[in-house]
């Protein structure tokens, strides 16, 4: 299946003093633009600890044509709660240890890659709460446009009527991801982000860490 290029997608990670700040901004491009734009936003803000990101905010903005979506997480550490979804409907939840948001995920990864094997860990979206069960597979080489690379794949594990994804994290850039596929409802492939640069502001910080 022969995949086209039909959107853009800026990604961003900032460390300071303890805090990172996470935000991707993505929109379509070309044809699709023109018949179904869309421009979607996330940003992901938190502490890094020694077990990884620990986000504190989560938020999405999602627009489509004149129609713009937007959804909120807060996570109240201190008291075990957390609160998600739209602005007119806004839930409560329990916050378990390792909750990640969905931007925060992957990166958390990063900072502290796991063996092979299957983790399940708490991940929001902004709208819902839902446990994710996860499967690291052994490094393998893959083909990108920086050149083929030693790679990290990671693997939503497939529930029934959900979507998921599979993603790639490159060791040479201290495992931030590279390559993510996503999958639809069916198991069907329905897109595929890949990375065609990636600059490090102070590499020695991010190894540091």
């Known amino acids: 299946m022969l995949f086209r290029s039909v959107g853009r997608i800026v990604q961003g990670w900032e460390i300071k003093n303890g805090h990172y700040v996470l935000t991707s901004s993505g929109e379509t491009i070309g044809l699709v633009d023109f018949f179904r734009p869309q421009q979607m936003r996330y940003i992901s803000q938190g502490r890094v600890t020694p077990k990884g990101l620990r986000p504190d905010a989560f938020f999405i903005t999602r627009t489509r044509g004149s129609k713009t979506e937007t959804a909120r997480a807060e996570f109240d550490w201190d008291h075990g709660k957390i609160l998600y979804g739209h602005a007119r409907d806004t839930k409560i939840g329990a916050l378990a240890e390792g909750t990640q948001d ?77 390559r993510i596929h996503h999958f639809d409802r069916e198991g069907n492939r329905a897109g595929e982000q890949v990375a065609i640069e990636i600059r490090v502001g102070d590499e020695r910080e991010l190894a540091q860490r």
């Open 102 to 178: 969905l931007m925060s995920l992957a990166y958390h990864f990063s900072l502290s890659p796991p063996p092979p094997g299957r983790v399940q860990i708490p991940v929001t979206t902004g709208k819902d709460l839902d446990m994710q069960e996860i499967e690291i597979l052994p490094e393998e080489v893959i083909d990108t446009p920086m050149g083929q690379l030693r790679a990290l794949p990671l693997r939503q594990i497939a529930r029934p009527g959900k979507s998921h994804f599979a993603l790639w994290l490159a060791v040479r850039y201290n495992y931030l991801p590279v």
